[in-house]
């Protein structure tokens, strides 16, 4: 549709490009933009990711605790380890590492613990899975995603990560749940017409 030396001077001058489908003139298509804000909420997908793992990292409840998530960031470095979803409070934090996407982690997790051992008092839970709903402008969307909640049922929901770039918001479980999520989740959002016109995919 473009060459990619078309892509630079368009982003450099600030011109969005609108992608359209030829055969259906009628579809909205996608902007491609450097203003965040112009482009319209809009639930895309449902995408699942294995092989996850989740380190609990907990110590005594203070207030405004100074340094923790320094400390902990510090220890994950020293063993080169990336957080991978995050959820914090005063007294804990909890970070995923994704074994799929770097598979030498595995072996360094014990020497990682025994360093987070040091700060905080961390514990692994394995054989995770994220799964999450995928779009634009997510926090825009939470009224007609509230009737999806409740299909999380009973089972343990050990993180939930809202995006910061707001594309997204994930749910780590048990593989076992995860697998079962991923099809009702999309029933519920795009089978279901439970979407307004012009939020689901296109």
């Not at 793992?53 to 510090?74: K, L, N, S, T």
């Amino acid at each position: 549709v473009l060459h990619p030396r078309c892509i630079a001077p368009a982003a450099q001058a600030g011109i969005p490009l609108t992608i359209r489908w030829t055969e259906r003139p009628d579809v909205a298509g996608t902007v491609v933009s450097q203003h965040p804000d112009q482009v319209p909420a809009a639930i895309r997908a449902i995408l699942s990711r294995r092989k996850l793992c989740m380190i609990r990292m907990q110590r005594d409840r203070r207030w405004q605790p100074v340094g923790f998530m320094a400390e902990v960031a510090a220890c994950f470095q020293r063993r080169g380890l990336s957080m991978d979803l995050v959820s914090s409070s005063a007294s804990e934090i909890r970070a995923t590492v994704d074994l799929a996407a770097n598979p030498s982690a595995r072996s360094r997790l014990d020497a990682l613990l025994a360093d987070l051992a040091a700060v905080c008092e961390p514990s692994l839970t394995e054989r995770l899975m994220c799964v999450s709903i995928v779009g634009t402008r997510i926090s825009d969307l939470l009224a007609p995603l509230a009737h999806v909640m409740h299909l999380l049922g009973r089972p343990t929901v050990h993180l939930i990560s809202h995006a910061a770039d707001d594309t997204h918001l994930s749910y780590v479980v048990d593989e076992a749940t995860g697998q079962e999520l991923v099809p009702a989740f999309h029933r519920a959002l795009f089978e279901s017409n439970a979407l307004p016109a012009g939020l689901g995919p296109t």
